[in-house]
């Protein structure tokens, strides 16, 4: 079975801290996984037809604003289906249980087009979805560095917890820098989602 987990949250709530360390754990569970930008196309057409150098100033943010709502403007689900043509070609080949960890979930649309995905066309492809929460976000660098680029329609970190298959509190912050214990780690992820990636208790280090 291969796994699609969809993260999501408001800007600096820790989605690529928490992908990161669940592509670590699990690789070192001997699972293989991946992480997946949603936005990754946005940015490869940006740099090689827009000369975007990579910074996320205010000019360059405006870019990868304009250049994603191009193409939400053109098919509703057009950046999903790069994702999925990339995930299609590199990763679903494989015969084993694999995980693709996509950080930047912001839409439901994104869940909509994966869940057709695996009810038409891939049938051994589960999708579930992650909210990671925390207290300690400043709303005015939210809002700075998390454009809204489709503001009709609601954002993943206003719909109700119900909507989520799991949610993590990421109030404390883990630092990948530093040494995680499994138990902290654990903690951290809630027992619902370590049994789900099937995850061992012994004390190694995350990082």
Known sequence: MKTILLIGGKAGSGKDTIATLLHKKLN???????????????????REVFGWDSLKNDLGRQLLVNVTKTGYDYDKYFWEKYTYQFIKTTILKSMKDEFIIIPDWRYPSTKEYFDMISQIEYKDLQVKTILVESNNIDDVASNSKDTVIRESEDTIPNKPKNYFDYIIDNTTHIDTGRYIPTSV?????????????KLNDSESKVF
Not at 31 to 43: E, L, Q, S
Not at 187 to 197: H, N, S, T, W
């Open 28 to 46: 070192n569970a001997n699972t293989n996984a991946y992480i997946v930008h949603n936005a990754d196309k946005v940015k490869q057409i940006s």
């Open 185 to 197: 780690f654990k903690r951290l992820l809630g027992d619902d989602l370590y049994e789900f990636l």
